[in-house]
């Protein structure tokens, strides 16, 4: 029992202290979670809401895949695009602002 004692490291710490460092721990953790979510939510995007991303019709979807102008992964009848590779073909597509002369 008196080497436990002796091992036992203590200190003390202000209240406002404590209570900034719980606050900062429960932002820290709401981020991570947003963060985490977001990363799920945005690493693959379904087929059906690809359509309405891009605001065409799912013929035109279609005529995309088979030209295989945006990559996409199938698993059965679902397709999926990662989010990089929608932004990819968005940017490829990006039509800039025109320079007064």
Sequence with gaps: MKNEATNLNLAVISQDF?????TDLEEMKGLLKKKNEEEI????????DITKILGI????????RNKRL??????GSKIYV???????FMES?????????
Aim: overall charge positive; proline content about 2%; hydrophobic content about 30%.
């Design 18 to 22: 404590l209570k900034k460092m719980e």
């Design 41 to 48: 939510n945005s690493q693959w995007i379904e087929s059906v």
């Design 57 to 64: 019709s799912k013929k035109t979807w279609q005529e995309y």
């Design 70 to 75: 945006i990559p996409f992964s199938q698993v």
């Design 82 to 88: 990662k989010r990089e590779d929608l932004e990819n």
């Design 93 to 101: 597509h990006l039509i800039g602002t025109r320079r007064q002369a």
